[in-house]
């Protein structure tokens, strides 16, 4: 019988709730390079097992895999960065399950993108210092903006998407971002965009998780902004983000 090529990697867990027999579990593991791969991680599920806090959401380590055909195999996994915090709170938790679930749904298993990797890392130590709701919906925010744009949907947010005048006064996910008032006649699925979440959004995109840790949003314009950006990633993907959708509530 053949041996099972042997992979080494390092990677973050990204999602681990698919549950395998009894005390087995799948995690999807964003490695390094961007690429996304599932992966059993056996005993995962009992306690003291030997994966059980190298598997968790959030965890960074270097994993050695026997690769499968459509799952791969964890033989060993050297824990680098287990980013405690994100477990320690349950909104930060929640602001975390919001991010990896965004970045699963925009990684596969032959894309490879460093840039995602990157950016996951950086958000997920930076969100420690996300000490309200307020400021957890701006990191959501900013994050959405920043992933979304760099994989090519990037909204126009600082003036129409119609005729590029820059008094708006809606957002259309279906026309691109933000509207005047005059283009926005007649379309479907318009949100408000008023001044306060319009500076808020464009503030975000440009700003850096160091910067968004100092920042205090108000709480209208963080709630309206986050949800536009919710909106706008659910439309372009196709798919429904539950965990961002219960950040929100």
């Not at 990204?14 to 995690?27: F, Y």
């Not at 270097?62 to 690769?67: A, I, K, R, V």
């Not at 055909?69 to 975390?96: C, G, K, Y």
């Not at 108000?218 to 439309?235: F, I, K, R, V």
């Amino acid at each position: 019988m053949q041996r099972r090529p042997l992979i080494h990697m390092h990677a973050l867990v990204i999602d681990h709730r698919v549950r395998l027999k009894e005390k087995d579990v799948i995690v999807r593991l964003l490695c390094e390079d961007g690429c996304l791969r599932s992966a059993v991680a056996k005993g995962a599920l009992r306690p003291g097992g030997r994966f059980a806090s190298r598997t968790e959401l959030g965890c960074e380590a270097d994993f050695l895999l026997s690769e499968g055909t459509s799952l791969d195999t964890i033989q060993e996994a050297q824990l680098r960065n287990a980013n405690v915090h994100i477990r320690e709170d349950p909104d930060t938790f929640a602001l975390a399950c919001a991010a990896c679930e965004l970045t699963r749904y925009l990684s596969s298993h032959d894309a490879r993108d460093a840039y995602v990797f990157a950016i996951c890392t950086a958000f997920l130590a930076a969100i420690k210092s996300a000490k309200s709701r307020n400021s957890a919906l701006a990191f959501m925010c900013a994050y959405t903006l920043k992933l979304m744009a760099h994989a090519g949907y990037m909204p126009i947010l600082a003036s129409c998407a119609s005729c590029s005048d820059e008094q708006v006064a809606y957002f259309s996910v279906l026309d691109g971002g933000a509207l005047c008032a005059s283009c926005a006649r007649g379309q479907d699925m318009l949100k408000p965009y008023d001044t306060a979440t319009r500076t808020l959004t464009q503030q975000l995109l440009n700003a850096r998780f160091a910067d968004i840790a100092h920042m205090t949003p108000e709480g209208e314009p963080a709630y309206a902004a986050a949800s536009l950006m919710c909106l706008w990633a659910q439309t372009y993907l196709d798919v429904r983000l539950h965990a961002f959708e219960f950040l929100l509530h």
